[in-house]
């Protein structure tokens, strides 16, 4: 697969942060003792270093790992999985989204992870693998993420499950609280309410593959977090709390983006690096 560009420049990053935090420009300028001028070209994505290092301190960002951002010093190593992963990467108007199949070899069953722009792909992997689809879990309503879940669902006959308090994805679909348990074959998935960007996005915590896994949705990117004006603060609270207790070598599969590492996130990943 040709390489996935990182979800978010430093610029973004920025300002998701100062939005989040809700620092109006004046006072961020202020506060970091660089000009109005200086903050703006930075805000314009001009990779300018005394003024992104300085800034990142007021936005509580890691001053190195914004730097390397600004600079695409860094991209994150991709994790391999032998068998029993599939990273699928759709085009949804202007974007791209990502969605995610698991499975186990042996006993031929499946498990889906949203539905991207399209299924097509992960139906084509599905019957060259001979796999039965049991479940589709969504990582959060938003379109992009469930756009096919109608075809998806009805073609597959998998069981269709989301959290209970996020939005209806599809008639029919069942809700489950968190800290639900799911089995395939020898594969267990927990579930893990990591709300912020959406009310009831849920981060879906995989054993038994070759690397432990964490299925994210939009809570967390490779270098960026998602979350929403409002409500970025609970994310950053679940993503620490719950996202960054994992293992460290925890496979991240994020919503946007490339796959990453717990590991690697935690060095370069401006919100979290420390
Ligand atoms: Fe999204």
Redesign the pocket.
């Known amino acids: 697969m040709a390489r996935i560009p990182l979800e978010d420049n430093f610029d973004d990053v920025i300002n998701k942060a100062q939005r989040g935090l809700k620092i109006a420009d004046a006072d961020l300028a202020k506060r970091a003792e660089v000009t109005p001028e200086d903050l703006a070209a930075v805000k314009g994505g001009k990779p300018i270093d005394a003024v992104i290092r300085r800034v990142a301190r007021h936005l509580r960002l890691s001053p190195d790992a914004l730097e390397a951002l600004a600079h695409k010093r860094w991209y994150p190593q991709q994790p391999i999985f032998p068998t029993g992963f599939a990273a699928f990467n759709t085009r949804y108007e202007d974007m791209t ?1 990502n969605s995610y199949v698991i499975w186990d070899a042996r006993a031929k069953v499946a498990a889906a992870f949203d539905t991207g722009a399209t299924c097509e792909p992960m139906l084509d992997l599905l019957r060259a693998e001979k796999l039965k689809l049991q479940y589709i879990f969504i990582t959060h309503t ?1 379109e ?2 469930i756009a096919d879940l109608a075809r998806f669902a009805g073609g597959t006959k998998a069981e269709v499950w989301s959290h209970e308090i996020e939005p209806v994805a599809l008639a029919g679909a069942k809700t489950f609280k968190e800290n639900a348990h799911f089995h395939l074959g020898p594969i267990s998935i927990k579930t893990l309410l990591t709300s912020g960007h959406s009310p009831g996005m849920t981060t879906f915590y995989i054993s038994g593959l070759s690397w432990p896994l964490a299925v994210v949705g ?1 809570a967390i990117f490779a270098s960026s977090m998602g979350g929403s004006p409002t409500h970025f603060s609970e994310q950053f609270q679940n993503n620490q709390k719950k996202i960054l207790t994992l293992p460290r070598d925890t496979v991240l599969a994020c ?2 983006g490339p796959l990453t590492t717990l590991a690697q996130e935690k060095l370069h990943n401006p919100f979290f690096a420390r």
């Open positions: 989204v938003h992009d993420h939009d919503g946007h």
